[in-house]
């Protein structure tokens, strides 16, 4: 049974809190909004952030993992204290535990084989009863224990009672033991299982507070036995819920379960996606759009919601495209040019912008950042400032550039041969001369130019492109097409 909580713990002090990742897998979604909890939770309260690395799987951690994580994070610009903590480098502090709890005598040497175990679930299945392990060497004299069997060390958990955990998002949360096993805390080749590792690197690393997935909740009450029966203050915990795709089922690929660095190769920035990650589950009013900080300065546990909360990729670009147009151009310009190695045709225009297209490209940006969603619309935008000449036309763009549309961007190359600044409004002023002389409409001149200037019927405002091409180029490019 759950009870909402509503007076959190008193906070007399700075929390201190961490991020614990496993390194089986890139830095994931939910896990970057857990990241981001946990930061912003000790930016508010003038705390610490540490970050921990579960790598106590041998078999499934991964360095390139590891290295993924940390980019990730960086990228987020979620900065931690101190070096990060790796929890297989801490086994032999997590034996000292166990043994510890043995002679407290709130765990025991446990010597069920394979074998009996093996056995007990069969029972469990015939019986149609979910697998509770009584081990029977709970009780038994030590004395009694065989000196050649290999043996697990278990917690000796209460069996009367409740245990309770009282969690800043769920509530009171109320477990009978009865439904607790005396779950391992030692392998039989003497490796400390997750839950006891997780327990004592959080004392030593004087967490405060325990921000994760509502899918350790369980674990949250097994983990409150064992700091009980280490002697040991029990942290204040906030279970987050899950986040689902748009149609409300658990989240996929399709529906935006990817790593971080795809994010950043798919063109967003990092303030839009932790303004987007911060509103999955918790909220400030009605506020949608939050500064980080605003965010630092708003943040608490007790705003977070119950519900899984659904990603929705049009919310993300709606986002990404408020921020891009709020960022300064030269940061859109650093952040265009390091994701390029990310995406198609993106070291093409790295050669272009090395051949000193750079200029250009800075000149596009402010008109550019006005109708991007995201940083890839940013640069896809600007292909006409890469493109090489000859430019390529597209089909619709072939079909403007007929004979008289070639004739007519010969007389006109005459008259901006002429032009007494090249600015976007020198230039659509001597457009507009020209094609009232020569009784057209605007766009019947303007079509016809964008079309030889971009190679596409697509483009920012047309005088635009002529001020970022500058008077040489762009002349060239109207000379190719010119009858």
């Known amino acids: ?62 360095e390139a993992a590891v290295a993924a994580i940390l980019d990730g994070l960086r990228w987020l610009e979620l900065d931690w204290s101190g070096e990060p903590v790796s929890q297989f480098a801490r086994a032999a502090r997590h034996r000292e535990a166990a043994e510890q709890l043995l002679a407290s005598g709130n765990a025991y040497r446990c010597y069920l084989t394979p074998a009996e175990l093996d056995a007990m679930r069969a029972a469990a299945e015939a019986e149609k009863r979910t697998l509770s392990i009584r081990s029977p060497w709970r009780d038994k004299n030590p004395d009694e224990a065989p000196a050649d069997l290999p043996y697990t060390i278990r917690l000796k958990a209460p069996r ?178 390091a994701i390029l190695p990310e995406i198609e045709g993106g070291f093409d225009i790295a050669r272009r912008l090395a051949s000193g297209a750079g200029p250009q490209f800075r000149a596009a940006i402010p008109s550019l950042k006005e109708r991007s969603k995201t940083l890839v619309d940013l640069i896809q935008g600007a292909a006409y400032v890469f493109a090489a000449r000859p430019l390529a036309l597209d089909e619709k763009a072939a079909k403007l550039l007929d004979a008289p549309a070639k004739d007519m961007i010969g007389k006109l190359v005459t008259a901006l041969e002429k032009a007494p600044e090249w600015s976007a409004p020198a230039l659509e002023a001597i457009v507009r001369e020209f094609s009232e002389a020569n009784g057209l409409k605007l766009g019947k001149v303007a079509q016809p130019l964008r079309a030889a200037l971009t190679g596409s019927t697509v483009s920012p405002p047309v005088f635009d492109v002529m001020a970022v091409l500058g008077e040489s180029e762009s002349l060239a490019r109207l000379r190719d097409h010119a009858a």
Request: proline share 5%.
């Open 160 to 337: 009367e009672g409740e245990t309770v955990v009282e969690d800043h998002v769920q509530g009171r949360v109320v477990i009978p033991n009865k439904d607790l096993d005396d779950l391992i805390l030692l392998r039989s080749d003497g490796n400390p299982t997750y839950n006891l590792a997780v327990v004592v690197d959080d004392h030593d690393m004087g967490i405060t507070h325990v921000v994760r997935g509502v899918d350790h909740l369980t674990n949250a009450a097994r983990q409150t036995q064992i700091y009980q029966g280490l002697g040991w203050s029990v942290p204040e915990f906030a279970h987050v819920p899950l986040i689902h795709g748009p149609d409300g089922a658990k989240l996929s690929k399709r529906h935006g379960a990817l790593g971080v660095e795809a994010y950043r190769a798919m063109g967003y920035l990092p303030v839009a996606l932790r303004n987007y990650l911060v509103r999955l589950g918790w909220s400030h009013g009605d506020d949608e759009i939050m500064s980080t900080e605003q965010l630092v300065s708003w943040f608490d546990l007790d705003g977070i919601g119950r519900s899984p909360a659904r990603f929705d990729f049009a919310k993300l670009e709606a986002l990404n495209a408020h921020y891009i147009r709020q960022t300064d151009d030269h940061e859109l310009f650093e952040r265009a040019v």
């Open 1 to 62: 049974m759950t009870e909402k909580q509503t007076t959190p713990a008193a906070r007399s002090s700075a929390p201190v809190v961490r991020f614990a990742p496993s390194p089986t897998g890139y830095l994931h979604i939910g896990g970057a909004r857990t990241a981001l909890f946990n930061w912003l939770y000790a930016k508010a309260r003038g705390g610490t952030f540490l970050l921990r690395i579960e790598d106590t799987d041998r078999e499934r951690n991964n």
